[in-house]
T-cell receptor
Framework: GESVGLHLPTLSVQEGDNSIINCAYS??????FIWYKQESGKGPQFIID?????DKRQGQRVTVLLNKTVKHLSLQIAATQPGDSAVYFC???????????FGQGTRLTINP | DTGVSQDPRHKITKRGQNVTFRCDPI?????LYWYRQTLGQGPEFLTY????????KSRLLSDRFSAERPKGSFSTLEIQRTEQGDSAMYLC????????????FGQGTRLTVV
């Protein structure tokens, strides 16, 4: 069925360290994936996306990796800053559909 | 136009009352989505419009819920006879029509049914 899940509900890292947030998805028909950041009381904020014909995409301090063989998605944040503290969601879109299916989220805490 | 705008940001209502929320998408986006998010969970899809046409509705959208986008611009989401279980954050998002396109979310409307 459609489901997107996250391996860890919480993650704490030291400021300046790199962080990796993982996501497992179950629908092999998904062809588009997005990472969102959500701060308390705010709507999800787009971070980076990747299409299924790619396995890596880089943005500013962020990298998304897609492993279709094991249906795994990860978000790497380099040189974390206090402002990176938030809940991070991965979301998938099944080919031909328009809705996004979200996982539960991972709360990232950056320790000073 | 700085993004997706939702109004109100917060709404407290008594059980059994009707409520209506408004969403103004990014002006050039012709797709508009409504999602619902409860505490600690990811957003769940409710419905989506392409221009003024409502093309998909989730089974979560009971007959007490209705959404409209009469002119293909702003959208409203109405909940009739609210129940405590309707308490949640209601999120609106918009995107371009072309292929897979990132959806940009508004700040949401926090509904509390007492």
């Amino acid at each position: 069925g459609e489901s997107v899940g996250l391996h860890l509900p919480t993650l704490s890292v030291q400021e300046g360290d790199n962080s990796i947030i993982n996501c497992a998805y179950s629908n092999s028909a998904s062809d588009y994936f997005i990472w969102y950041k959500q701060e308390s009381g705010k709507g999800p904020q787009f971070i980076i996306d990747i299409r299924s014909n790619m396995d890596k995409r880089q943005g500013q301090r962020v990298t998304v990796l897609l492993n279709k063989t094991v249906k795994h998605l990860s978000l790497q944040i380099a040189a974390t800053q206090p402002g990176d503290s938030a809940v991070y969601f991965c979301a998938e879109k099944i080919q031909g559909a328009q809705k996004l299916v979200f996982g539960q989220g991972t709360r990232l805490t950056i320790n000073p | 136009d700085t993004g997706v705008s939702q109004d109100p940001r917060h709404k407290i209502t008594k059980r059994g009352q009707n409520v209506t929320f408004r969403c103004d998408p990014i002006s050039e986006h012709n797709r508009l989505y409504w999602y619902r998010q409860t505490l600690g969970q990811g957003p769940e899809f409710l419905t989506y419009f392409q221009n003024e046409a409502q093309l998909e509705k989730s089974r979560l959208l009971s007959d007490r819920f209705s959404a409209e986008r009469p002119k293909g611009s702003f959208s409203t989401l109405e909940i009739q006879r609210t129940e405590q279980g309707d308490s949640a954050m209601y999120l609106c998002a918009s995107s371009f029509e072309t292929g897979s396109s990132e959806a940009f979310f508004g700040q949401g409307t926090r509904l509390t049914v007492v």
